[in-house]
Nanobody
């Protein structure tokens, strides 16, 4: 069973930065795509950034130029660097397997998430 553990969230002011971390177990990560997803209160979960095993990345428009997704296949780890944060970036962030080349999750594998709160 795939297990995911996210960390690194917190409360920051607008313009601040955070680095989210995710460790993945029981998943053949080296040949698969991973992503970060966000869910704001009262809203559906949405893809923020995804990354192929080769390192190719995809971002939702609002994240381009501000967020950076990276991974280490040997460590089964995925990171999301959040910069120039805005209040609308607030929400619970999850890492999960993703459909390669898309902003959608693959399967129904979710960890506890890590909360990001950005104040204005």
């Amino acid at each position: 069973e795939v297990q995911l553990a996210e960390s690194g969230g917190g409360s920051v002011q607008a313009g601040g930065s955070l680095r989210l971390s995710c460790t993945v177990t029981e998943y053949t990560g080296s040949s698969n795509c991973m992503g970060w997803f966000r869910q704001a209160p009262g809203q559906e979960r949405e893809g923020v950034a995804t990354i192929l095993a080769t390192g190719t990345t995809y971002y939702r428009d609002s994240a381009k130029g501000r967020f950076n997704i990276s991974r280490d296949n040997d460590k089964n780890a995925v990171w999301l660097q959040l910069s120039r944060l805005k209040p609308e970036d607030s929400g619970m962030y999850y890492c999960a397997p993703a459909r390669c080349g898309s902003m959608t999750a693959r399967g129904n594998y979710w960890g506890q998430g890590t909360r990001v709160t950005v104040s204005s």
